[in-house]
Structure formats: structure tokens, C-alpha cells
């Protein structure tokens, strides 16, 4: 981890995101959306999920800068959405400091907020919101990883 402000680390992979993503569709079943919101690019994946188990149809995106890799910038916002989010859906991967999150509820106040993850500064941002993770904890996430091959212990330990 290059950045100093992370001093844990929670990986997530494939099966747990699926899992997660579903454990918070279970909260959300009995609610009716227009249509789903992601904030790209954290939230396609867990956005194409949630319409997969809703049954909603109809997704757009909110394009949105704010990192490279693991340092936190400023927001550049490449694309909105022409309506304030009645009856819609907004879904992030990770809610962190809030930047983003302030921003998408600026542009979308009305739309109801969810994320898989959230830190506690930026958690009072979202509606709903399935697993806490600390301020200092970097979330690798299973799109960012790639899989290798692995050399088996006895062949590292006889080098």
C-alpha cells in the first residue's frame, strides 16, 4: 500500500462482492425503482447486480473522477444524469471520505443511496449501506486484481 493514510488492507473477491451485493438486495426487494444509477466506475459491477436481482431494466451512470489508484484528488465529473434522482436507485462500491458521495447527492438529491461498503466518514452520506470497514483500510477490490500462478511453498523454501 503507497499511501500512507491506509495502514490495513481487506480484499474482496469475486464470490464475497456477489455475496455482499446480494445480502443487500434482500434490503431493498420490497422497495420500487425506475431504474438504477451507478457512479462509474465502482459501482457498474455492483450496479448490474443489483439490477439483476431488483428486475430493473433501466441503468445510467454517473461518470466521476476522484482517484488515481490510491490518491484522492479532485472531482472531475465527466458525466451527470438529467433528473434529481426521484425514484431511483444510486449504487457505489465504496462510500470513503464523502467527496464523491457529496457531490452525487448534490446533483441527485432525491434518489435513494446505497453502497456496499462505507467508512465512517463518509457513511451519514448513504441511505443504506451493507459492510463498515475503517477510515484506514484500502478495499481491493476483485477488478482491480488479476489472478498468477503461484510458485508451491516447498519449491520457495528450497531456493
Same mark, same amino acid.
Given at each position: 500500500?503507497?499511501n ?10 469475486w ?6 451485493v446480494r445480502e ?11 431504474g ?7 459501482g457498474l459491477i455492483?450496479?448490474?447486480l443489483?439490477?439483476r436481482e431488483?428486475?430493473?431494466?433501466l441503468?445510467d ?6 482517484y488515481?489508484h490510491? &490518491?484522492? #484528488?479532485?472531482?472531475d =465529473?465527466?458525466?451527470? /444524469? %438529467?433528473h434529481?434522482?426521484?425514484?431511483w ?10 467527496k ?6 448534490e446533483m ?5 443511496f446505497v453502497t456496499?461498503?462505507?467508512?465512517p466518514e463518509g457513511?451519514?452520506?448513504v441511505d443504506?449501506?451493507l459492510?463498515?470497514?475503517a477510515q ?7 477488478w &482491480?486484481? #488479476?489472478v498468477?500462478y =503461484?510458485?508451491p511453498? /516447498? %519449491?520457495?523454501?528450497?531456493?
Amino acid at each position: 500500500m503507497s499511501n500512507a493514510r491506509y495502514h490495513q488492507h481487506f480484499t474482496v473477491s469475486w464470490d464475497q462482492l456477489h455475496r455482499d451485493v446480494r445480502e443487500l438486495c434482500h434490503r431493498l426487494v420490497e422497495r420500487d425503482f425506475k431504474g438504477i444509477v451507478a457512479i462509474t466506475r465502482g459501482g457498474l459491477i455492483p450496479a448490474a447486480l443489483i439490477a439483476r436481482e431488483l428486475n430493473v431494466r433501466l441503468i445510467d451512470t454517473v461518470c466521476i473522477k476522484s482517484y488515481d489508484h490510491m &490518491d484522492q #484528488g479532485g472531482l472531475d =465529473v465527466m458525466k451527470g /444524469v %438529467d433528473h434529481d434522482g426521484d425514484g431511483w436507485l444510486l449504487v457505489d462500491d465504496l462510500v470513503d471520505t464523502g467527496k464523491t458521495a457529496r457531490k452525487v447527492r448534490e446533483m441527485l438529491p432525491k434518489a435513494h443511496f446505497v453502497t456496499v461498503y462505507a467508512k465512517p466518514e463518509g457513511r451519514p452520506l448513504v441511505d443504506q449501506y451493507l459492510t463498515e470497514v475503517a477510515q484506514d483500510c484500502w478495499i481491493q477490490f476483485p477488478w &482491480d486484481m #488479476g489472478v498468477a500462478y =503461484v510458485e508451491p511453498l /516447498v %519449491d520457495q523454501v528450497k531456493r
